[in-house]
């Protein structure tokens, strides 16, 4: 994703709030999970099969950030 366009995706998203469960774990960054999110589009794959070794994260965490970025509005507003 060129840093043009992921310049004006990253005002539209939501900040997350810090956990207290995981305080330790370290949620990926946006930009990697919306790659991963793209990249799970274009190809028609399914989530599961998100390959792990291309640093987008699961297709779980791909999946659950879209759907948040979903219900704030993220994509009506871009």
């Known amino acids: 994703m060129s840093d043009e366009l992921w310049d004006r995706l990253e005002p539209l998203l939501p900040q997350r709030e810090r956990r207290f469960r995981h305080p330790g774990r370290k949620p990926l960054p946006d930009r990697e999970v919306l790659c991963g999110i793209l990249y799970v589009l274009h190809t028609g794959i399914q989530w599961e099969y998100l390959p ?4 987008f994260g699961s297709g779980m965490t791909c999946w659950r950030r879209l759907r948040d970025w979903n219900e704030a509005g993220v994509w009506q507003r871009l």
């Open 52 to 55: 792990q070794d291309l640093g």
